[in-house]
């Protein structure tokens, strides 16, 4: 089975950076993905990390620990149509996705 | 667009009834995955589908739900009897064949309301 945590909420200043944090438990690993969901709308993809060390695509960057069950997602230069739901999911041998409960982050003016 | 369509968007009906969603994934991708998401939570996975083979059910997935792909393409899930915990967005995704990593494809899902 899965186990994954992230934090609930997270705030931050519009410019500022944030760094959602994911640990995970998890039976035949293969991989961990970043989606970020809007209010209403569907999950849209933004990384996917399978070895170590650090992803950076624009102004989000995603880093994964195997050995520590642990990934993060960093989100640089915060715009306000940042403010979302950000998830956190880990991608298991038999092809499935099992997702975190997301980090809704408010990025204030 | 070629994204992944589900219809309807919205669902409203009565305890008792059935329902049947349908979702249409990208065009040649091979795996459908079917989810559900209640408010201030993730996506949770419910079954999915290599081609018309249905490959895996989630135990959340009761013997009132029932999901089929019959030729390889589209896939619909119906629920039967709806309860009021059946209440949720029900989510399909897509991936193709051969990817280095298994991206899914989210569509805009159906929002059930079971009153």
């Known amino acids: 089975g899965q186990n994954i945590d992230q934090p609930t909420e997270m705030t931050a200043t519009e410019g500022a950076i944030v760094q959602i944090n994911c640990t995970y438990q998890?039976?035949?690993?293969?991989?961990l993905f970043w989606y970020q969901q809007h209010a209403g709308e569907a999950p849209t993809f933004l990384s996917y990390?399978?070895?170590?060390g650090l992803e950076e695509k624009g102004r989000f960057s995603s880093f994964l620990s195997r050995s520590k069950g642990y990934s993060y997602l960093l989100l640089k230069e915060l715009q306000m149509k940042d403010s979302a739901s950000y998830l956190c999911?880990?991608?298991?041998?038999?092809?499935?996705?099992?997702f975190g409960a997301g980090t809704t982050v408010t990025v204030r003016a | 667009d070629t994204g992944v369509s589900q219809d309807p968007r919205h669902k409203i009906t009565k305890r008792g009834q059935n329902v049947t969603f349908r979702c249409d994934p990208i065009?040649?991708?091979?795996?459908l995955y079917w989810y559900r998401q209640t408010l201030g939570q993730g996506p949770e996975f419910l079954t999915y589908?290599?081609?018309?083979?249905?490959?895996?059910k989630s135990r959340l997935l009761s013997d009132r739900f029932s999901a089929e792909r019959p030729k390889g393409s589209f896939s619909t899930l119906e629920i039967q009897r709806t309860e009021q915990g059946d209440s949720a967005m029900y989510l399909c995704?897509?991936?193709?064949?051969?990817?280095?990593?298994?991206?899914?494809?989210f569509g805009p899902g159906t929002r059930l309301t079971v009153l």
């Open positions: 990390n399978v070895l170590d």
């Open positions: 995704a897509s991936s193709p064949p051969g990817a280095p990593y298994n991206e899914q494809f």
């Open positions: 065009s040649e991708h091979n795996r």
């Open positions: 998890t039976s035949g690993f293969n991989g």
């Open positions: 999911a880990v991608f298991s041998n038999d092809y499935k996705l099992s």
């Open positions: 589908f290599q081609n018309e083979a249905q490959l895996e």
